[in-house]
């Protein structure tokens, strides 16, 4: 008698997986402070690298002296933005095989920012990620609410068109490596007050259905992983990393200086994540 065939399950055993912690230097140090703050990080933060994966997004001008920095180490390059083409009479722009050029792998794409002082727009926002993952770029797509719109209770609604959009001309066949999604509110970006930690979790369901409703359950949790933004400290980083959907931080202020950031980092490679 032959043996019955074992069904495969259709659903994806959990992994164990390490949080991801970005530090955005936004535009915050010159050449010589970020250098310095590189070669600290490379010094220390390192040795928590195993578990806790670890990304810094320096100023453009930047960029190719950090890398330089962190080449020998686990820390990774990223960009604050992108520009969608490859090539051309873009005057300004940075495009993705420049960076790649660099030694970057990441990029940030659509931070509130860009959106509120740059006129970035949602269609920009999906052209950029388009591009960031054809040249193999881990895109950190940044999306959240202003206070008027969570007060006049549209926040939900706001996110996760904010998703859609991004994603709207990302394919199944373009995802090929992992894509982040920030929760970022706009009124907890420092000096702002950091979001609770329920009402974090409770948008990144938001943002984990709309992912669904586009690519189905098994690509939504394979290719996108979902971490949250704005005033995360040592003190409350493992508050959202506590959250089933939330894997990540991403940092502004408290990852300009060594010893803060070290902290962060070295609180956040204390938690474990199922994923
Ligand atoms: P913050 O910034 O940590 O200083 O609030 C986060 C961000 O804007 O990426």
Redesign the pocket.
Known sequence: MTKPRKKKSKFVKPQPQIPLIVG?W?MNLDLRTSVKLARGLANTVDTYSKKCQIVVAPTFTALDQVGKEIKNSNIELCSQDVFWEAKGNFTGEVSPEQLRDLGCDWT?IG???RRQHLGETDDMIDRKTTAALRHGFTPII?VGETREQRNAGSGELTVAYQVRSALRYVGTPLLKQKVII?Y?PVW???P?L?CEPEDAEAMAMVIRQALIDQYEARMAYQHFSIIY?????HSNVSDYLAKDEIVGA??????LEVASFTKLIQVASRSKLIV
């Open positions: 955005n936004k940030i931070h509130s920012e940044c920030a970022e907890s970006i420092s702002g950091p933004g704005g005033s995360v400290s991403l940092v502004g202020h408290d990852s």
